[in-house]
């Protein structure tokens, strides 16, 4: 913030008279005198210009106004008493007309006193900034320290600022959003950064946003990009408000890195309790979800093999994660090898669909799912699905294990007759079935 026309002209001491209606609560950036005929080249916008008028006898007003306005001069004041005994009245017409603040400065009021009001003014609004930038950061630390999450963090941060707040992932999904209502504008900054290359992640991005300014700042945890901060409003941020808003991000950064580590600590009870079923070991898995917290799907249940390249297999082990029809059926999700995640699902409508979700996030991947089995079932159910996998064309997304005539001769591998004939016909294929252990 900074002092306006208005606030100047509510300081009594000063006894400044407005001379025409115009737009008085401009900030004032700050105040500079000339004499000159033509300031424009000493002006940069922004400024109360403050003048006697001495030596501008024959000024043409109209075209002194005019140059005032497009330097963009939040106002004018006039100093009578030294060359004008009051202010000229052209020069009142042509302010009115133009739209300038016009003040009239009485001759016992010195131009400095002006000046001094104006500079002090700013100091006690920059200290004011800067206090509240301090109790910003300790309601932002103390949002960190509450383990509430991001979120705790972002609503501190959106108060703090006055604006709308969107941590967004790194493909620039929402995560969070403060106010909710925030949401709408999460289209139009994916495609503001799309068109920018996503270059933010060397550095901090503006944008426009519906009227809004907003300022885009990269979360880097460990040094990766983690996500995106985006913090809008009407107004642009001052420097105070943007050192609030780096304060914030190396907090977000923190509760990333402890919401990353709780992830991997579920994912690996998650696996050990697969690993269980798969094994062989339903009772006992049933015992460890129990311990582990981890929701074990009730049978009738599918095995699904999802695939997919090595490089890709954390953004497919991601979205299977966060899918919403998996969630809310409590399935249970966990990474098999360097490029397949299992599924454990409970039968029920909408589940393969829901798989086919995960498939359509992904490029390449690719998945086959068993028919339901009961708990105790599930490692022959995973034999027969990965059979159907390595046994069909790459070019299908999702398939049911049961539709055995697409699997070839790899369908054949469980059952024993197959397997009468010399066993080096068989050993490559073999190996190929069972594919590889856990890692």
Not at 90 to 111: D, K
Not at 124 to 145: F, G, H
Request: charged content about 25%.
């Amino acid at each position: 913030m900074r002092p306006t026309m208005r606030w100047l002209l509510g300081l009594r001491g000063l006894r400044l008279r407005s001379l025409v209606d115009a737009d008085v609560d401009r900030p004032n950036r700050w105040v500079h005198i000339s004499e000159l005929e033509d300031p424009a080249r000493f002006l940069s916008g922004g400024e109360l210009l403050l003048t006697t008028g001495k030596g501008m006898a024959d000024v043409e007003w109209d075209a002194y106004v005019r140059c005032l306005v497009e330097r963009d001069v939040v106002g004018l004041g006039f100093g009578i008493g030294v060359a004008h005994t009051h202010v000229p009245p052209p020069l009142i017409e042509a302010a009115s007309r133009r739209g300038l603040p016009l003040l009239s400065v009485p001759e016992e009021t010195p131009f400095i006193a002006i000046s001094e009001a104006i500079a002090e003014e700013i100091a006690r609004l920059q200290e004011r900034a800067l206090n509240s930038a301090l109790e910003a950061q300790s309601d932002l630390i103390r949002a960190a320290l509450s383990a509430r999450g991001p979120r705790a963090v972002l609503v501190e941060l959106a108060e703090a600022l006055d604006s709308w707040v969107l941590l967004l992932d790194t493909e620039t999904r929402i995560r969070y959003a403060v106010p909710t209502a925030a949401r709408r504008r999460a289209a139009r900054i994916r495609m503001d950064l799309d068109s920018l290359g996503l270059d933010v992640r060397t550095g901090a991005a503006s944008l426009s946003v519906g009227g809004d300014q907003a300022a885009v700042l990269p979360i880097d945890v460990r040094g990766r990009v983690q996500g995106y901060v985006v913090a809008g409003r009407t107004t642009p941020l001052t420097p105070v408000e943007r050192s609030v808003l780096t304060g914030a991000m190396g907090l977000l950064s923190l509760d990333l890195v402890s919401e990353q580590e709780a992830n991997e600590a579920e994912r690996r009870d998650r696996r050990a309790v697969l690993q269980l079923v798969l094994g062989g070991h339903a009772a006992l898995a049933e015992e460890a979800a129990d311990t582990l917290a981890v929701t074990l799907p009730p049978g009738p249940a599918r095995i699904a093999v999802l695939g997919c390249s090595r490089e890709a297999l954390g953004d497919l082990l991601a979205a299977a994660e966060e899918q919403h029809g998996l969630m809310q059926s409590g399935a249970l999700v966990a990474q098999y090898d360097r490029r397949s995640v299992l599924i454990l699902l409970s039968v029920a409508e909408g589940d393969l669909q829901a798989l086919e979700e995960v498939l359509h996030r992904v490029p390449g991947a690719r998945g086959v799912a068993s028919e339901g089995v009961q708990l105790a079932d599930v490692p022959d159910a995973l034999r027969r699905a990965r059979s159907v996998y390595f046994g069909t064309s790459k070019t299908e997304w999702l398939l049911l294990a049961r539709d055995v005539a697409t699997a070839g001769l790899l369908a054949q591998l469980d059952n024993p007759g197959p397997r009468a004939g010399p066993p080096r016909y068989w050993s490559p294929l073999i190996a190929t079935h069972n594919g590889p252990s856990w890692i």
